[in-house]
């Protein structure tokens, strides 16, 4: 049997995965892009921490926010 902590992380794994794949398909990034910005976020640090149970939101809801609210790195996209 796993523990909470193994079944957390693989589940924030699946969390992060998700925001990536929206991140590229809603801004029409490449995924090696959309990682890259989200790594950048402060969402990516909220998540890894687990501020405020950030965690278990919806991802696309989670995207979403990243896009609106650090709109700064989107800019340098090519």
Known sequence: MR???DIDYVY???LEESIIE???KEKKLELRQAM???????????????TY?????DYKYL???LIENE???FEDIV
Do not use: C, H, V
Not at 53 to 57: A, D, H, R
């Open 22 to 24: 929206y991140l590229s």
């Open 71 to 73: 709109p700064e790195l």
């Open 53 to 57: 149970g950030i965690e278990n939101m």
């Open 3 to 5: 523990s909470k902590k």
């Open 63 to 65: 995207a979403q926010d």
């Open 12 to 14: 924030k794994q699946n």
């Open 36 to 50: 890259d910005i989200y790594y950048q976020s402060r969402l990516a640090k909220q998540i890894e921490q687990g």
